[in-house]
């Protein structure tokens, strides 16, 4: 061996010495930890932030995000959590250097040159301006309003964090009725779903969140969306949602100008149910006694005519009727249109 290293051999390892504790002593008050920065990502590529104590609270510094923070989440950036993952260990907050204050020395006073601070104002200004506009599109909503009063209604005054409540009365206003309850439009068969304010949807809900829950994200993002405006009928109240309803659209035969009266909508529990209670709606809806009520059904191109008293508890698909379909009613009603043979 070289001399040098053999003498370097033989004097061995200097004797080891104890650390000192990190923390105040009794000549020194301690440090206190002012900033944190942080990489999330793996050794590779990946993201930079920082944590900077604010006085007593911690900030946020992510791009042009500034967000107060809790300390526990500064304190927490270490990336060795022992019950993820790896992939969630590669991909955690974790700090890479720490800048500390001594105690000992006065707390600095930052100042900032006015030309920078001005800068900062401009462009937080600008930061302000693009994030209303975004969220201004992203409230935005386009809604076409059916209902069996008024031809389909464009409506865009409303937007998705308009409070549910409050999007029905100004629907109801719109339309020119007292009270009208939202519910999703089936833009195939051109028949209403389920109501907006129907599910676990609570009393602040907003427009947006209730065409989230009913119609799913997807179709609730679209940049057009068609609702029906349901009228309770006269003395009562809306009827309770059942899971699996089914929409059918009622055609009034008018003798008096030979043509068909506007679409009424009528809801049924299920697919199932009978003619009888189809029957009874309709005479609510219409004010044609049953006794009276002929019904036509097109089954493909085909014209069938029935008559309720005889279907009686017949299921619907009795008389060709499922989620959807048109019945076009004729008889005596409200409005006096004769029976046609």
């Given at each position: 061996l070289?001399?040098?290293?053999?003498?370097?051999l033989?004097?061995?390892?200097?004797?080891?010495t104890?650390?000192?504790?990190?923390g105040?002593?009794?000549?020194?008050?301690?440090?206190?930890?002012e900033?944190v920065?942080?990489?999330v990502?793996?050794?590779?590529?990946?993201?930079?932030?920082?944590?900077?104590?604010?006085?007593?609270?911690?900030?946020?510094?992510?791009?042009?995000?500034v967000s107060?923070?809790?300390?526990?989440?500064v304190?927490?950036?270490?990336?060795?959590?022992?019950?993820?993952?790896?992939?969630?260990?590669?991909k955690?907050?974790?700090?890479?250097l720490?800048?500390?204050?001594?105690?000992?020395a006065?707390?600095p006073a930052y100042?900032?040159?006015?030309?920078?601070?001005?800068?900062?104002?401009?462009?937080?200004?600008e930061i302000?301006?693009?994030k209303?506009?975004?969220?201004a599109?992203h409230?935005a909503?386009?809604?076409?309003?059916?209902?069996?009063?008024l031809p389909?209604?464009?409506?865009?005054?409303?937007g998705?964090?308009?409070?549910?409540?409050a999007?029905?009365?100004?629907?109801?206003?719109?339309?020119g009725r007292e009270a009208?309850?939202?519910?999703?439009?089936d833009?195939?068969c051109?028949?209403?779903?389920a109501?907006?304010?129907?599910?676990m949807?609570g009393?602040?809900e907003?427009?947006g969140?209730?065409?989230e829950?009913?119609v799913?994200?997807?179709?609730?993002?679209?940049?057009?969306?068609?609702?029906?405006a349901e009228?309770?009928?006269?003395?009562?109240d809306f009827a309770?949602?059942?899971?699996?309803s089914?929409?059918?659209?009622?055609?009034?035969?008018?003798?008096?100008?030979?043509?068909?009266?506007?679409?009424?909508?009528?809801?049924?529990p299920?697919p199932?149910?009978?003619c009888?209670?189809?029957?009874?709606?309709?005479?609510?809806?219409?004010?044609?006694?049953i006794?009276l009520?002929?019904?036509?059904v097109?089954?493909?191109?085909e014209?069938?005519?029935f008559?309720?008293?005889?279907?009686?508890?017949?299921?619907?698909?009795?008389?060709?009727?499922?989620?959807g379909?048109?019945?076009?009613?004729?008889?005596?009603?409200a409005?006096g249109?004769?029976?046609q043979k």
């Amino acid at each position: 061996l070289p001399p040098l290293v053999a003498a370097l051999l033989a004097a061995g390892r200097p004797p080891e010495t104890k650390k000192a504790e990190p923390g105040p002593t009794d000549t020194h008050p301690g440090y206190t930890l002012e900033a944190v920065l942080v990489h999330v990502g793996a050794a590779s590529a990946g993201h930079y932030f920082a944590y900077i104590r604010a006085g007593e609270k911690w900030a946020e510094f992510n791009d042009e995000v500034v967000s107060f923070v809790e300390e526990e989440k500064v304190l927490a950036a270490s990336g060795c959590d022992p019950t993820a993952g790896a992939v969630s260990k590669a991909k955690a907050p974790t700090a890479y250097l720490l800048f500390y204050r001594s105690r000992a020395a006065p707390a600095p006073a930052y100042t900032v040159a006015e030309a920078a601070a001005a800068k900062v104002r401009v462009l937080n200004e600008e930061i302000r301006v693009r994030k209303a506009a975004e969220d201004a599109r992203h409230n935005a909503l386009s809604l076409l309003i059916h209902s069996a009063f008024l031809p389909p209604t464009p409506l865009e005054s409303l937007g998705r964090l308009t409070p549910l409540s409050a999007a029905e009365s100004d629907v109801a206003r719109a339309v020119g009725r007292e009270a009208v309850r939202l519910r999703a439009w089936d833009a195939m068969c051109l028949v209403p779903l389920a109501p907006l304010s129907s599910g676990m949807g609570g009393p602040g809900e907003t427009l947006g969140a209730a065409l989230e829950r009913v119609v799913g994200p997807a179709v609730a993002r679209a940049s057009l969306l068609e609702l029906y405006a349901e009228e309770a009928c006269p003395g009562e109240d809306f009827a309770p949602w059942v899971e699996g309803s089914i929409a059918l659209r009622l055609l009034a035969f008018r003798a008096l100008d030979d043509s068909f009266a506007s679409p009424v909508f009528v809801t049924l529990p299920s697919p199932s149910s009978s003619c009888a209670e189809l029957a009874s709606k309709v005479e609510g809806l219409l004010g044609t006694p049953i006794a009276l009520q002929g019904w036509v059904v097109f089954v493909g191109d085909e014209p069938k005519a029935f008559s309720p008293l005889a279907l009686g508890e017949a299921p619907l698909s009795d008389a060709g009727l499922s989620h959807g379909s048109t019945l076009h009613v004729q008889g005596e009603g409200a409005e006096g249109a004769a029976l046609q043979k």
